[in-house]
């Protein structure tokens, strides 16, 4: 079996990205326009202000994040006989040697696959900073493990599912 190389979606993409432009223009609006939503008015010093500023800020670098990903060419993962080269993980290819498993993970619903990688080869491995950072972070939500997206891939979650179980049976 050949690699399979998966890109990123730019319709997925330009999505994402949009929803996170229209949450930071809503929570800056907020912040700048005091509305009442509901019954309550969003004043000064209230936990609704707070809470758009916090919105503003979570989304407003989202948005900054995302932007770039627009432009971004070539693949984002790669899967073939000698493992996964996922490029927001990883600046090279992680063996299959070295993953004991690879599970689906469901979180409302967003769905994910998780790499349990083995601890004694873990170390060796070419994760990036962030990649660890976020691993040791994800133990609070669920199975420890390297987290692997796929709403801004072209065929979603199924394609990579596909893509991996596919390599791993021939590997």
Same mark, same amino acid.
């Given at each position: 079996?050949?690699?399979?190389?998966?890109?990123?979606? $730019?319709?997925?993409?330009?999505?994402?990205?949009?929803?996170?432009? +229209?949450?930071?223009? *809503? !929570?800056?609006?907020?912040?700048?326009?005091?509305?009442? &939503?509901?019954?309550?008015?969003?004043?000064?010093? %209230? *936990? !609704?202000?707070? /809470?758009?500023?916090?919105?503003? /800020? *979570?989304?407003?670098?989202?948005?900054?994040?995302?932007? $770039?990903?627009?432009? @971004?060419?070539?693949?984002?993962? %790669?899967?073939? $006989?000698?493992?996964?080269?996922?490029?927001?993980?990883?600046?090279?290819?992680? $063996?299959?040697?070295? &993953?004991? %498993?690879?599970?689906?993970?469901? &979180? @409302?619903? @967003?769905?994910?696959?998780?790499?349990?990688?083995?601890?004694? #080869?873990?170390? +060796?491995?070419?994760?990036?900073?962030?990649?660890?950072?976020? #691993?040791?972070?994800?133990? #609070?939500?669920?199975?420890?493990?390297?987290?692997?997206?796929? #709403?801004?891939?072209?065929?979603? *979650?199924?394609?990579? /599912?596909?893509? &991996?179980?596919?390599?791993? @049976?021939?590997?």
């Amino acid at each position: 079996m050949g690699v399979v190389e998966i890109h990123r979606s $730019p319709l997925r993409a330009a999505g994402i990205f949009l929803g996170c432009c +229209g949450f930071t223009a *809503f !929570s800056a609006w907020m912040i700048y326009a005091h509305p009442a &939503i509901g019954r309550r008015p969003v004043t000064p010093g %209230s *936990f !609704s202000e707070f /809470a758009a500023y916090v919105g503003f /800020a *979570f989304f407003g670098l989202c948005t900054v994040l995302m932007a $770039p990903k627009l432009f @971004q060419r070539g693949p984002v993962v %790669s899967v073939g $006989p000698w493992g996964i080269f996922d490029r927001r993980l990883s600046t090279d290819w992680i $063996p299959w040697n070295a &993953i004991r %498993s690879v599970r689906p993970v469901q &979180i @409302q619903r @967003q769905r994910m696959l998780v790499l349990e990688v083995d601890p004694t #080869a873990d170390a +060796g491995l070419p994760w990036t900073k962030r990649a660890r950072r976020m #691993a040791r972070m994800n133990r #609070a939500f669920g199975p420890y493990g390297y987290w692997m997206g796929a #709403a801004d891939l072209r065929g979603g *979650f199924p394609a990579l /599912a596909e893509a &991996i179980t596919g390599s791993r @049976q021939g590997a």
